[in-house]
């Protein structure tokens, strides 16, 4: 059974930076042709921020580009979402999953959820 277990997550200042991780067990990373980081603020609906493919191409919502960058680890399984220049509207829960699709307008999770990463942004 393929599992997720993201971590990192934390309370940071405005303009600080978190790196957050999730380990995949129960199968290879690389058997995935995209991986993603999702995001559910408090109240709101969960949407893909950041997406990788295999051969790391990468794609990013607009709230998050230019401040955030995605990267996989195959030898490790691990996927990681590095945020810089937090802000406020930053603050969600954040999880990882597998995904089809060939966009990130046309991507649908995978995988079921794993317990995600709180991150709060506040002075």
């Known amino acids: 059974q393929v599992q997720l277990v993201e971590s990192g997550g934390g309370l940071v200042q405005p303009g600080g930076s978190l790196r957050l991780s999730c380990k995949i067990t129960?199968?290879?990373?690389?058997?995935?042709?995209?991986m993603g980081w999702y995001r559910q603020p408090p109240g709101g609906e969960r949407e893909l921020v950041a997406r990788?493919?295999?051969?790391?191409?990468?794609d990013y919502a607009d709230s998050v580009n230019g401040r955030t960058t995605i990267s996989r680890d195959n030898a490790e399984d691990t996927l990681y979402l590095q945020m810089n220049n937090l802000k406020p509207q930053d603050t969600a829960v954040y999880y990882c999953?597998?995904?089809?699709?060939?966009?990130?307008?046309?991507?649908?999770?995978?995988?079921?959820w794993g317990q995600g990463t709180q991150v709060t942004v506040s002075s």
């Open positions: 990788i493919t295999a051969n790391d191409i990468t």
């Open positions: 129960g199968r290879s990373i690389f058997g995935f042709y995209a």
């Open positions: 999953n597998a995904l089809v699709g060939l966009t990130m307008a046309t991507s649908e999770p995978q995988l079921s």
